[in-house]
Nanobody
């Protein structure tokens, strides 16, 4: 069955960087669009970034220029490099497997990112 396992979340200070990883299994990874969503306490989950099978990328305006999504098909892994982190980035970050349209089909368990001084 499909499994998405995130890692890399941590407590960091504003301005610092983190790289999140998501290891996928249970499907042929290279054939699927992958992405990241996040959810802060009391808020709905929101789109962060995604990457297509052709390596095209999309980003939420709030993270554009600071975050970079990438994938390593040989390792069934999608990454989210997060630079210049802000307190507003504090959330649980979820890896998703998406349909070609971008609609999430499966979710990982999430990894906590906390940005605080």
């Amino acid at each position: 069955q499909v499994q998405l396992v995130e890692s890399g979340g941590a407590l960091v200070q504003p301005g610092e960087s983190l790289r999140l990883s998501c290891v996928a299994s249970g499907f042929i990874f290279k054939f699927y669009r992958m992405g990241w969503y996040r959810q802060a306490p009391g808020k709905q989950r929101e789109f962060v970034a995604d990457i297509t099978t052709a390596d095209s990328t999309n980003y939420a305006d709030s993270v554009k220029g600071r975050f970079t999504i990438s994938r390593d098909n040989a390792k069934n892994t999608v990454f989210l490099q997060m630079n210049s982190l802000k307190p507003e980035d504090t959330a649980v970050y979820y890896c998703i497997m998406a349909q070609a349209s971008g609609t999430p089909s499966y979710w990982g368990q999430g990894t906590q990112v906390t940005v605080s001084s």
